[in-house]
């Protein structure tokens, strides 16, 4: 096993690219703006960590501007960053982040210690194996994060996300009983979500006060037997896409809009193309409620709620 101790300080170094195989390790701490960091860990049980003598200490990346992209090939790796950066303007971090293997943990902590602004971000997330954990925790505005989780099973993605102004889109294909739980507390964000593997559990929360823009949900359902909720909650518009295809049977599907005053309301749009699919809807609200449903499959049972 290697050990490398490793201090990016970013007026000696601008750009480092490290490539190992099996069993490494690399520890970080990183101060400074506008660096440029590649890694590349080659085989199995690598391990990201901060400098220190504990491995459960994260690696720290500290600076406005920073372009970092992590590669991890190969089965039981470890990854644990914390990013901390203060851009009102211009992009934050731009992080770009490769997985694939079975039995990975990965954790990136995006300004979650509160004490910093991480505006513009971008987050780009390629998971590929089975029995992988990824848990992203992002504080600030105008982020955009795109997740993909292709081939492979019993995968979990969770993130945790409180900004105005966020676009994460999420896709798993392929693959069965993957894991999909979003928490986003914004004023306004668009939420993406596509599914073509069996058997997966989605989960979206998304909750905000005085939230001029609204939310809005797209999920497309492309296969069979997976277990859909969402909750869209507070002052603002709210709005819900979900598109179940000819291929997408025996789905459950469970949404509520809730909160809302004035001339914002709610609005659902439902498309079902295949069979056995179980939906609730709800929509509460002060507000107008608007549901519009186009189902063509057979034995679908579908319930609607809409109150005042």
Known sequence: MKLLKLVFLSMLLMATSLTFSADNSIYIDQAGSSSTINIKQDGSASKIYGVGDSEGTTALFTGDSQTVDIQQL??????????????????????????TGTNSVSSIDINGDGLGIASNNSI???????????????????NTIIATTTGGTDNDLNFTINGDGITPSIAVSGGGSNGITLSLSSDNADVDITTAGASNAVTLTQSGVGAVGGFDYDL????????ITSTQADVGAHGTDISITSAGTGNTVVTSQTGSTGSAGHEIDLDIAGGSNNVTITQTGAQ?????????????TWTITQED
């Open 74 to 99: 190969g089965s039981s790796n470890v990854l644990g960053i914390d990013m901390n950066t203060t851009v009102t303007s211009g992009v934050g971090v731009n992080l770009t982040y490769y997985i």
């Open 124 to 142: 780009n997330v390629q998971q590929n194996g089975n029995y992988s954990d990824f848990i992203l925790d992002l504080l600030g505005t105008g």
């Open 288 to 300: 107008d409620n608007d549901a519009n449903i186009d189902i063509t499959g057979s034995s679908n």
């Open 220 to 227: 497309s359902v492309g296969s069979s037997s997976n277990t």
